[in-house]
C-alpha cells in the first residue's frame, strides 16, 4: 500500500504540531485538576516514583522532559474541552479499554 | 497527595496550639531545626537574591525562575563553592572571622561557569563508568514513601539538569508487583535516583 501524498495545508499542519510549544507544568496540573500524583503518572506513562520527583524541591526535585509537559498540556486540553469534540472523534482519539469487558 | 509544606516561624506564632500543645513531634522538632539551618547558613537569603536577580546577562523576573529552579541554582553554586575551594581565600576568610572583620575580605572569586549544557563532553566515551549494568535489579531512592523497582534493560548518557553535568540515566523495567506497573511497564531514572534492590526474604 502506498503511502498518501501531503497536502500543503497537511504539510503545514505536521510542521506546526513539530515545532509546536505546548506543555504544561505538573505543578499547574495539580493546581487545576483535583487529580492523585498517580493520575499524573499514568498520564505521563511515568513511574509514580519519577513523579515525585517532579514535586520534590531542592536537591531531590527532577525536571519533567517536555514530552511530559506536552501529555499534560494535551490532557488539560482534552479536559477543557472534550464536551466540544463530536463523539465519534473523541472514540477515535480515545477509545475505551477492551480488557475486562467479558469475564 | 501534595507536596510537603514546611512551616515557618511566623505561621507557628499564628497558630496558638502549635505554641501550647505540651509535646512537639519529632517531624515538628525536625523542621524548626530545617528552617533554621537555612537561616543560619544564609540559605534563605541565597534563594532570595537568586528570585530576585537583575543584570545584563540574568533576570529572575524575565526569565520566570520558579522556587524549584532557584533552589537547583542555589544547590549548584553551593556544590561549585564546595568544589572550587581556595586554600588562600580560606586562610583570609578564617583570619577575618578570628579578628572579626568580616565583610573587609576579598569576595569571591573563584567560582567558575559551568561547561555549556548541551554539548557531549569532548572525552566521550571515556567518562565516568555506569555503575549499574544491564540485569541489574533496582530501586528508586525513597524519601520515606514505597517507591518502584525492576531490572536494567538499557542506560544512555545525557545531560542532567540538576547537576549541571552529564550522567548516565538507566532505562527500569518495572517488576510486575511494583506499584507503576499497573500502568507503565519502563520508566527511566538517573543514576544518582536509584540504588540496588536488596531482596528481602518474607517467609
Known sequence: MNPRPLTDREQHLIDRYSYCQLGMTPQTFYAKWHVSQEAIAAICSRSTSTVRCWFRRGRSYRRPTPTDLRHLALMDFLLDHFEQIPPDLSLALCPPRQDKTEV | ?203
Open chain 2, 1 to 203: 497527595m501534595s507536596p510537603p509544606l514546611i512551616p515557618n516561624e511566623q505561621e507557628c506564632s499564628q497558630m496558638p496550639p502549635c505554641i501550647s500543645k505540651p509535646a512537639i513531634t519529632t517531624q515538628a522538632l525536625h523542621q524548626i531545626g530545617y528552617q533554621q539551618a537555612l537561616k543560619d547558613f544564609a540559605f534563605n537569603d541565597l534563594l532570595h537574591q537568586l528570585k530576585t536577580y537583575s543584570d545584563a546577562s540574568f533576570d529572575a523576573a524575565w526569565v520566570a525562575l520558579t522556587t524549584q529552579e532557584a533552589e537547583t541554582l542555589a544547590g549548584i553554586l553551593i556544590q561549585t563553592l564546595s568544589a572550587n575551594l581556595n586554600g588562600n581565600l580560606l586562610a583570609a576568610y578564617l583570619d577575618a572571622t578570628r579578628c572579626k572583620t568580616l565583610g573587609t575580605v576579598n569576595p569571591l572569586t573563584s567560582l567558575q561557569l559551568p561547561p555549556p549544557a548541551t554539548e557531549l563532553p569532548p572525552t566521550f566515551p571515556d567518562v565516568e563508568l555506569p555503575r549499574y549494568l544491564y540485569g541489574d535489579r533496582l530501586r528508586w531512592i525513597s524519601n520515606g514513601e514505597i517507591t518502584d523497582w525492576g531490572t536494567a534493560i538499557g542506560r544512555f548518557y545525557s545531560f542532567a539538569p540538576h547537576r549541571c553535568c552529564w550522567q548516565w540515566c538507566y532505562l527500569i523495567w518495572l517488576d510486575a508487583d511494583s506499584p507503576s506497573a499497573a500502568w507503565v511497564k519502563a520508566d527511566i531514572a538517573w543514576e544518582d535516583d536509584i540504588e540496588p534492590l536488596e531482596t528481602e526474604e518474607t517467609l
